[in-house]
Each structure stands twice: as structure tokens, then as C-alpha cells.
């Protein structure tokens, strides 16, 4: 039992880094980069808001969906089953000046 346990929040802890994203160390490499060299490695985004400064504001969008089932002893030889969905999202905007230029970004999750 204990090592399904560990097996599960290892299993969890693995989906739900898709949805955690990169650190902040990565994100912040992005600022002074044209945005058109962020497309080729996040390709497009979903959205495209203007500032009201004369830039721009890509977001993008990605979310999970995990399972899994926890298990207990319901009598002798018995066991009770119960299964979870875990859904995760974030949102990561990245801001450009004028120019295209990334100057910021924000990440935003549940």
C-alpha cells in the first residue's frame, strides 16, 4: 500500500509539471527576444491583445487532465476503489512593445 502511494504521487507530480511550465529562469530568457523567435518554439498562440501602448499581449493556453484511483480496504479480501480526476491549466502571457520585442511576461493557473 505504501508503495502505491509513493507511485501515485510520483505519477501526479509528473502531470502536473506539464502544467507548471518552465521556471522562472527560462521565462525570463524570453525578455528582449523578438516575439517571432517565441513562435518558433511556442508556435501560435491563442490570443492577440493589443495593450492600448502600442504593443501587444500573446496568451497561450494549455491544460491537463490526470486519474487515478485510490484504493482501501473495505473488509478482510475486500478493497474499495475510488477514482479522481485532477485537471490543471495555465495561461502564460507574454508582452511586446512596439517593435515585437518581449518585454514581460505573467503566468496564471488554477
Not at 20 to 28: A, F, H, I, T, V
Amino acid at each position: 500500500m505504501k508503495y502505491l502511494l509513493i507511485c501515485l504521487i510520483l505519477i501526479l507530480a509528473a502531470g502536473c509539471s506539464a502544467v507548471l511550465g518552465p521556471s522562472k529562469q527560462e521565462m525570463d530568457a524570453w525578455k528582449g527576444v523578438h516575439f517571432s523567435e517565441l513562435l518558433k518554439v511556442w508556435g501560435a498562440p491563442r490570443q492577440i491583445l493589443d495593450d492600448g501602448k502600442g504593443g501587444k499581449i500573446y496568451v497561450y493556453y494549455q491544460s491537463s487532465e490526470m486519474s487515478d484511483t485510490d484504493v482501501e480496504p473495505a473488509g478482510p479480501g475486500r478493497y474499495y476503489a475510488t477514482e479522481r480526476t485532477h485537471k490543471a491549466w495555465r495561461q502564460t502571457l507574454f508582452f511586446t512593445d512596439a517593435n515585437g520585442t518581449i518585454t514581460d511576461w505573467r503566468v496564471i493557473r488554477n
